[in-house]
């Protein structure tokens, strides 16, 4: 499901979203992952620190598609950190019911 040159991005800091079908009238749905760490970017073990990853999964009312939504604005919110790629990949399929195909954030307009 996600392919080395994914890997690599998520890697490098990278947010990844994919766009999955609303549940509800006049929403849209999102899956978006990125590679996190336990502590600052300019800490000095930060390059030593192993790479974990937040999957973030919601639903948002198209009126807040163009501001920076709270949470308070999202519907169905679900997030978790996980360890590894095997991990991550069984998560996205947990909550998106299917494999998807992710695209760097910025293709994509989910806000949160």
Known sequence: MLSPE???????????AAELPARRTDHR???????VKSIPTKHPNFDHQPWRFRIKHYEIHEAFLDEYPGEENLRDYKTEVVADFETLEKAI???????VTFQHAAFIDAPY
């Open 6 to 16: 994914l890997h690599a991005q998520l890697l490098r800091g990278d947010r990844l």
């Open 29 to 35: 749905r999102y899956i978006v992952i990125c590679g």
């Open 93 to 99: 399929l947990r909550l998106a019911g299917k494999p």
